[in-house]
C-alpha cells in the first residue's frame, strides 16, 4: 500500500512563515497530481494548492502570492511553503496524491497536520 507522512505544522504569528512537506512511500510506479487541502473547525476541506508530475500549479484564490507548492519526484515528496500566514490560514492541512501501482492510479491522503496562525 501507499502512505502519506506529513509534517511541519505547527504554531506561529502572523506574517510568519511555515513549510509544509508530505513524502509518499509504498508501492508506487509514479505519482500524478499531489496537493494540499485544509480543513477549518466547522469548515469543509478544501484546495489549497496542486501540482501535477510535470510541475504545472493551481492554487486557491486565497493563498495566491502568499503560498508555493512544489515537489521533488525522486523524493516523491511534496511541500507547500506558506509565507505572511493570517489566522484564516488555521486548519488542519492534508497531503493528497493521485498514485499508480503496476495497473491502476488511486487516491490517498495523509493524516494532516496542525497549522495555527494566531497572535
Known amino acids: 500500500q501507499v502512505q502519506l507522512v506529513e509534517s511541519g505544522g505547527g504554531l506561529v504569528q502572523p506574517g510568519e512563515s511555515l513549510r509544509l512537506s508530505c513524502a509518499a512511500s509504498?508501492?508506487?510506479?509514479?505519482?500524478?497530481?499531489m496537493g494540499w487541502y485544509r480543513q477549518a473547525p466547522g469548515k469543509q476541506r478544501d484546495l489549497v494548492a496542486a501540482?501535477?508530475?510535470?510541475?504545472?500549479?493551481n492554487y486557491a484564490d486565497s493563498v495566491k502570492g502568499r503560498f508555493t507548492i512544489s515537489r521533488d519526484n525522486a523524493k516523491n515528496t511534496v511541500y507547500l511553503q506558506m509565507n505572511s500566514l493570517k489566522p484564516e490560514d488555521t486548519a488542519v492541512y492534508y497531503c493528497?496524491?493521485?498514485?499508480?501501482?503496476?495497473?491502476?492510479?488511486?487516491?490517498?491522503w495523509g493524516q494532516g497536520t496542525q497549522v495555527t496562525v494566531s497572535s
Open positions: 509504498g508501492r508506487i510506479y509514479s505519482i500524478d497530481a
Open positions: 501540482i501535477t508530475s510535470g510541475g504545472s500549479t
Open positions: 493528497n496524491a493521485d498514485v499508480w501501482g503496476t495497473t491502476f492510479r488511486s487516491n490517498y
